[in-house]
């Protein structure tokens, strides 16, 4: 297994071109499987779980090409309505096939995706929803058995019990190819939602409400070939800027959409981050110009356009040496503090109490063996690492090259030392 070795407190400065969003991207790539035309989709991120989706299409019988960040599919003939457990366990997004490979083939066997180290993360809103539909749903021995009986998806109305971002994506994929109009309420109003809601849109899908809570969504025969650019990744962004404040640094992001950042900027700024936005189109440069010392300001996360879930291990991270305490409270996942052992081993004096961490923000931290435990925990881990005094081991690295594209590259770029080695 490989680690990343980082010799802590150096400034970061430059400049770094923001990826495209995972999140977009893997509901996007999934949502090809609703067109039997060529599909091309750009600014995909090079990441373990976009290549590890290309697969699961492959399975499926699609024809399916990701290089240069542009991927190219086809998915005329479907040959496979299986998902397996080795795979779901492996990229939960990938309960995200259950409502195309119903559309297109009528039935589906989709693995339960089970917990994961966040939380337990039910799918009963997925399958609740999809039943209203028409499908006919049982779980049987860990798998979801899919059906649809009636040529199809049909429209129907339903009400999200919360919003989630992946019960929303199933819903829209089953939606846009069905019998009449289907109206959610509550939905998701993440920008990954939005995103998807795009991308169907400019393949011919017929969707009202995009970027609010109620979507009307009036079924079509068919789509075209999608062809979409997939945004930056907000949350990278966000990485970089906790990055850049815990290292007293200046640097600038490159191609970002400040309208999807606003919620972590506005909490950077209460801790004393300078930001200067430069350009006026959608894509902006934004010049991030850190403190002498962070302020400790508090955090609560929640449903866009609140404070994001992923963005609250790395915001810990860089309030472990704030001054003052910052409380910091996690409302989407039961479990997504798993960080806080591990930032801990560096120095970070943090108190949790059923959800809700206490940081205290310390003069620094020091370098230390540490181990990550899921995709945003180990970018808390580097920000620390980079923070620190000394020299830091992060293991199980292959967490992070889940969702970040060329992490190291462009952190020793922007003046990190970091190397990957085997442990
Ligand atoms: C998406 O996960 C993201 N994943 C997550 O990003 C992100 O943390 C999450 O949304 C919240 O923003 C992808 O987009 C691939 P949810 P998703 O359904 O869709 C509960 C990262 O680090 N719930 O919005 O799985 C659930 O348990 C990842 O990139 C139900 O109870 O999240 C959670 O408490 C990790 N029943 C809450 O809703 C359901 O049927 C929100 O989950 C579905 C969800």
Redesign the pocket.
């Known amino acids: 297994m490989e680690m990343l070795v980082i010799k802590g407190g150096r400034p970061l400065s430059g400049s770094v071109v923001i990826s495209g969003s995972?999140?977009s991207a893997?509901p996007i790539l999934i949502s090809t499987m609703l067109s039997k035309k060529v599909s091309t989709i750009t600014n995909v991120p090079h990441l373990a779980d976009t290549r590890f989706l290309v697969e699961l299409l492959q399975s499926f019988g699609a024809s399916c090409e990701l290089s240069d960040n542009r991927a190219t599919i086809s998915c005329d003939h479907l040959t496979s309505f299986t998902a397996p457990y080795d795979v779901v366990r492996k990229m939960?997004?990938s309960v995200l096939v259950l409502a195309p490979l119903l559309a297109r083939t009528g039935q589906a066997i989709v693995s339960l995706p089970g917990g994961c180290a966040?939380?337990?993360?039910?799918?009963?809103?997925?399958l609740n929803g999809l039943m209203r539909m028409g499908a006919q749903i049982e779980v049987i021995d860990g798998y979801i058995h899919g059906k649809l009986t009636r040529g199809g998806f049909v429209g129907a109305e339903y009400e999200m019990p919360?919003p989630?971002?992946?019960?929303t994506e199933n819903l829209i994929m089953a939606a846009v190819l069905a019998h009449g109009r289907s109206v959610f309420y509550k939905v998701?109003k993440?920008p990954?939602v939005v995103e998807l809601c795009r991308a169907l849109t400019k393949a011919g899908a017929k969707i009202n409400g995009i970027g609010s809570s109620t979507l009307e969504i009036d079924g079509v025969a068919e789509l075209d070939g999608l062809s979409y650019q997939i945004n930056p990744d907000r949350?990278e962004a966000g990485s970089f800027i906790a990055m850049a404040s815990g290292t007293k640094s200046a640097i600038t992001l490159k191609q970002v959409r400040i309208d999807e950042l606003s919620n972590v900027m506005e909490r950077f700024s209460a801790a004393g981050v300078k930001f200067n936005v430069v350009g006026d189109g959608d894509l902006v440069d934004l010049e991030t110009q850190a403190p002498e010392r962070l302020n400790a300001v508090d955090v609560e996360t929640a449903a866009y356009p609140g404070f994001?879930?992923?963005m609250q291990a790395q915001f810990m991270a860089a309030m472990t040496i704030a001054r003052g305490t910052s409380v910091i409270f996690e409302r989407?996942?039961e479990n997504r503090m798993m960080h806080v052992p591990e930032l801990r081993r560096m120095g970070a004096s943090i108190d949790v109490k059923n959800g809700i961490a206490k940081v205290s923000g310390r003069e620094a931290l020091r370098g230390a063996p540490v181990m990550a435990t899921d995709?945003?925990a180990s970018a808390s881990l580097v920000i620390a690492a980079l923070c620190a005094g000394g020299t830091s081991e992060i293991r199980r690295v292959y967490h992070l090259d889940r969702?970040y594209e060329s992490l190291e590259k462009k952190l020793n770029q922007l003046g990190a030392d970091i190397v990957r080695c085997q442990q």
């Open positions: 995972k999140n893997l939960r997004a966040i939380g337990t993360r039910p799918v009963d809103i997925h919360l989630s971002v992946g019960a998701a993440e990954e949350i994001p879930t992923d989407i996942f995709l945003r969702g």
